[in-house]
């Protein structure tokens, strides 16, 4: 009899210890399950952002654009006709902070329509101001500083980085960096936050991310 109950609740033990190894192998599958969802989720998330940042880079132009027509209209001329091309780098050479003094900030002489009204009313999360604590890094503008004409104020892409803002039209000689030889060029520099548009047209077998009126 007592071998007979030994044998047996070894039988039990060892039955036991199988399902526990079973199940064990089943956690290992149900986590590598878990992970290889969570990377698709987080995928999915990252494709959509990028899907949703490009659309609101494109919506912003669109809207500056329409702003920058309506200053033409009042005025004669775009933001920069005056600028003259010296020496400085193409990169930089009348982009901003011109664009957003010239419609929105003090700048325009009557304002739409000679209303005194701001041609653009990009919200105040939108625009920025050189961080002078990180040289060549932007922070959002606070309430003091939106209506301060003393600073330089930008209008930022989703990606944190200035648009970029350049006349054409009065310039005598067109020059190459004349995107589509319009009045005006005005782009994101996209995602990868280089600034390629400004060089030109892409080479054969390059693509560039920036996002213009072109």
């Not at 007979?4 to 609740?9: A, D, L, V």
């Not at 969802?37 to 654009?65: G, P």
């Not at 009065?170 to 390629?196: A, C, H, I, Q």
Request: proline content about 5%.
């Amino acid at each position: 009899m007592t071998s007979f109950f030994r044998t047996r609740s070894t039988g039990q033990t060892r039955t036991a210890s199988s399902k526990a190894g079973f199940t064990l192998i089943e956690l290992m599958i149900v986590v590598a399950i878990i992970g290889v969802l969570s990377t698709l989720v987080t995928k999915m998330i990252q494709m959509a952002q990028a899907r949703s940042f490009e659309a609101n880079a494109k919506s912003d132009i669109s809207t500056l654009t329409s702003a920058l027509e309506a200053y033409a209209r009042d005025e004669g001329v775009y933001p920069g006709w005056d600028m003259k091309l010296g020496g400085e780098d193409l990169e930089t050479f009348n982009c901003f902070p011109i664009l957003f003094e010239n419609l929105q900030g003090e700048r325009p002489p009557e304002g739409k329509a000679g209303k005194n009204a701001p041609y653009s009313d990009m919200a105040a999360d939108r625009i920025a101001i050189i961080d002078e604590d990180f040289e060549e890094e932007y922070k959002r503008a606070g309430r003091d500083e939106l209506f301060d004409p003393e600073i330089e104020k930008y209008y930022l892409d989703p990606w944190s980085e200035p648009y970029f803002y350049r006349e054409n039209r009065s310039k005598r000689t067109k020059e190459d960096w004349m995107l589509k030889r319009r009045g005006f060029d005005l782009w994101s520099v996209g995602p990868d936050g280089e600034n390629e548009a400004c060089f030109g047209y892409p080479e054969e077998d390059e693509e560039y991310d920036d996002i213009g009126n072109w």
